[in-house]
């Protein structure tokens, strides 16, 4: 049976993934594309790649007729989202990808986003959407709020080890690198070529990324008792992909039994052979997810790495699988496309 889709905010790297990859979905119909700067523009004119498809014009959201829409992906700038999907029909199924709706406690949202949340009763309904790990809530869910790029692959590194109570909760140390296409499409003087060429530059050094918001809510929440991360994020000279570090201590082998037992049934997610480290190449435009484990000439040390593209699993694809299963699809459907290689 198809679905009736609509992408607000489709003239975004986020948006245009949403397209690409409902390109191949064998039930999902997109039915209006919003891109407000880009508004009265067919789609092949923003993103050329996507002039083979059969898309609607750009509209402004307000011209949108959600009446026969199943499900709408906004994938609107952070606090914009809010305001957006406060305004929409109450039951129209929504997958937000920006920050908007990921932290529960609005005190939180606040003290890392520097403003008040605008609706705070859809922050309390919203379902985080990690798929793995809140599938049944997923299902049944009217607003689900997509996971932070750096914070899934973070995840899930370390939710199955924090959930055996197999690491040391006090020492857990994260190194990541991020490429350049998690900062969206807005023109950034850091971001330009002579600036992201032969550089790697860390940011938000000290505990200040948002993304630590998320890692505080769910990894406590596993834990029964305030957990905290030490986080140093690097952009890289890649339009695409992340790989986190994350330093440990505890039973290598133990990590390696842990994680392979908890995706053993994942589809999405693959424990590499134990000392086999994944790189982003290998899950490139995918929705997979790659862990490796490995031991350290120091005893009682363990380095686990997980790896995922930032634009798909960590985001538009992982958006496909919450909407999926929204709708009483296979998670797994218009997803299982092979990374692209080399």
């Not at 790495?305 to 299963?325: F, P, R, V, W, Y």
Request: charged share 20%.
């Amino acid at each position: 049976m198809p679905h009736n889709i609509a992408i607000l905010g489709a003239s975004g790297y986020t948006g245009a993934e949403l397209v690409r990859l409902i390109a191949t979905h064998p039930t999902f119909r997109i039915k209006a594309l919003s891109g407000d700067r880009k508004a009265g523009q067919p789609m092949s004119s923003v993103y050329p790649h996507l002039r083979h498809m059969d898309l609607p014009d750009l509209v402004r959201i307000e011209d949108i007729d959600f009446a026969g829409i199943d499900l709408a992906f906004c994938a609107l700038p952070h606090a914009t989202s809010q305001a957006v999907i406060a305004k929409l029909p109450s039951d129209l199924k929504v997958v937000d990808l920006s920050a908007d709706f990921r932290l529960r406690d609005a005190k939180a949202y606040a003290a890392w986003y520097g403003k008040p949340h605008s609706a705070p009763s859809l922050q309390k309904e919203s379902v985080y959407g990690l798929t793995e790990f809140y599938r049944d809530q997923i299902k049944s869910a009217r607003l689900v709020a997509g996971t932070g790029c750096n914070a899934a692959t973070g995840q899930f590194a370390l939710r199955p080890l924090i959930e055996a109570g197999v690491i040391d909760f006090d020492d857990i140390i994260m190194d990541l690198k991020a490429a350049s296409s998690g900062a969206g499409r807005s023109l950034k003087e850091h971001l330009l070529s002579s600036e992201m060429s032969e550089n790697v530059k860390a940011y938000s050094v000290g505990g200040t990324h948002r993304h630590l918001g998320e890692f505080d809510q769910e990894f406590s929440a596993i834990a029964g008792h305030d957990i905290r991360v030490q986080l140093t994020p690097h952009l890289i000279p890649a339009t695409r992909g992340i790989v986190m570090t994350c330093y440990l201590k505890g039973d290598p082998e133990i990590a390696f039994q842990t994680l392979s037992k908890a995706y053993v049934n994942e589809p999405f997610i693959q424990v590499l052979p134990m000392g086999e480290m994944p790189q982003m190449k290998d899950v490139r435009a995918s929705n997979f997810c790659h862990i490796g484990v490995a031991g350290d000439r120091i005893a009682g040390r363990v380095t686990v790495i997980a790896t995922l593209d930032n634009l798909t699993k960590g985001s538009s694809g992982q958006a496909i699988q919450n909407a999926n299963l929204m709708l009483g699809e296979d998670e797994t459907t218009g997803l299982m496309a092979a990374p692209v290689y080399p």
